[in-house]
């Protein structure tokens, strides 16, 4: 089944740091992908996606590239501020047919950028 | 425009008690999701419906889990009997459209359920 693997635990850099969270995904299809983020007390919300291969998704500074190549879509930041702390999920769905909008999630990423 | 609403916010309830989480998706969307988030777990797909259909239930954990969606803007997660490790987030999410993969997925604020 399809499955996605993103950077463990809690990233901690400091305000003006660069910021890379891991994202690698396992599909026998080519897969929508996207990275969600969640604020304490509220559901997960679109953060970018990108549809295809070398598509990059971007927003609010984040970029994240959809390489095939390496099944990865890594989520970066020149730099991070204070108001970027969250928790990031990777994720993906399966291309079209009934199950295209059905969300494969990452386990989840806790970014707390010191002040 | 309203977003997912999800009822109750907070619940908590004694093991042995039925639990009904509802949930009203975002108007004209034709998909809806129930997720169980849990710090151990994660984010994990409980069941997905389809135009009030149920099209893969495979995340139901077991028989005390059943869902339904008797309409377009309307669906309930049932939990009968509770036990405490079914205490957990639980976040209904709408989208529209079937068959393209790239339709954002709108999640509401959460059901956070404890069983005591």
């Known amino acids: 089944g399809d499955s996605v693997v993103q950077t463990e635990g809690q990233v901690l850099p400091s305000e003006g740091d660069s910021l890379i969270v891991n994202c690698s995904y396992e599909?026998?299809?080519?897969?929508?992908l996207f990275w969600y983020v969640q604020y304490p007390g509220e559901g997960p919300q679109l953060h970018l996606k990108a549809m295809k291969a070398n598509d990059k998704g971007r927003n609010k500074g984040f970029e994240a590239m959809y390489r095939k190549e390496t099944t990865s879509f890594h989520l970066e930041k020149d730099s991070v501020q204070e108001s970027d702390s969250a928790v990031y999920f990777c994720?993906?769905?399966?291309?079209?047919?009934?199950?295209?909008?059905?969300?494969?999630f990452g386990g989840g990423t806790r970014v707390l950028v010191k002040p | 425009d309203a977003g997912v609403i999800q009822s109750p916010r907070h619940e908590v309830t004694e093991m042995g008690q039925e639990v009904t989480l509802r949930c009203k998706p975002i108007?004209?969307?034709?998909?809806l999701f129930w997720y169980r988030q849990t710090m151990m777990r994660g984010l994990e797909l409980l069941i997905y419906f389809n135009n009030n259909v149920p099209i893969d239930d495979s995340g139901m954990p077991e028989d005390r889990f059943s869902a339904k969606m008797p309409n377009a803007s309307f669906s309930t997660l049932k939990i009968q009997p509770s036990e405490p490790r079914d205490s957990a987030v639980y976040f209904c999410a709408s989208s529209k459209g079937t068959g393209n993969s790239g339709n954002t997925i709108y999640f509401g604020e959460g059901s956070w359920l404890t069983v005591v």
């Open positions: 599909t026998t299809q080519y897969p929508s």
């Open positions: 108007s004209g969307h034709n998909s």
């Open positions: 994720a993906l769905t399966p291309p079209t047919g009934a199950a295209g909008n059905k969300l494969t």
